[in-house]
């Protein structure tokens, strides 16, 4: 099993960066497949990045593509997910998410990943 904890977020101006941090517990295997989702209220929870872990493929989702960048220090069994020139639809609930073992063909399905993390709220003012 997998244990994450989240901390980061905020609230921001259009245009400015902040960091998730995402600290994972247990079964922590350098290839495990890391990801964080989002979730807007009154729409369906989105796959935002996606981290093959042991160095490989990181893949994001066109909304968010050059301006979030989805990273692992191995060491701290942390992923990170550092987001930059915010826009107010980014406003989202984040939550991390994992799975022992590689990412699938599957990645970015929420279905995936049985382990979450308790969310973060982050705002984007306009």
């Known amino acids: 099993q997998v244990h994450l904890v989240q901390s980061g977020g905020g609230s921001v101006q259009a245009g400015g960066s902040l960091r998730l941090s995402c600290a994972a517990s247990?079964?922590?295997?350098?290839?495990?497949?890391m990801a964080w989702f989002r979730q807007a209220p009154g729409k369906k929870r989105e796959g935002v990045a996606y981290?093959?872990?042991?160095?490989?493929?990181?893949y994001y989702a066109d909304s968010v593509k050059d301006r979030f960048v989805i990273s692992r220090d191995y060491a701290k069994n942390t992923v990170y997910l550092q987001m930059n020139s915010l826009k107010p639809e980014d406003t989202a609930m984040y939550y991390c998410?994992?799975?022992?073992?590689?990412?699938?063909?599957?990645?970015?399905?929420?279905?995936?990943?049985?382990?979450w993390g308790q969310g973060t709220q982050v705002t984007v003012s306009s």
């Open positions: 998410a994992a799975k022992v073992g590689t990412c699938s063909g599957a990645y970015y399905s929420e279905y995936q990943y049985p382990y």
């Open positions: 981290s093959w872990g042991s160095g490989g493929r990181t």
């Open positions: 247990g079964d922590t295997y350098s290839s495990n497949c």
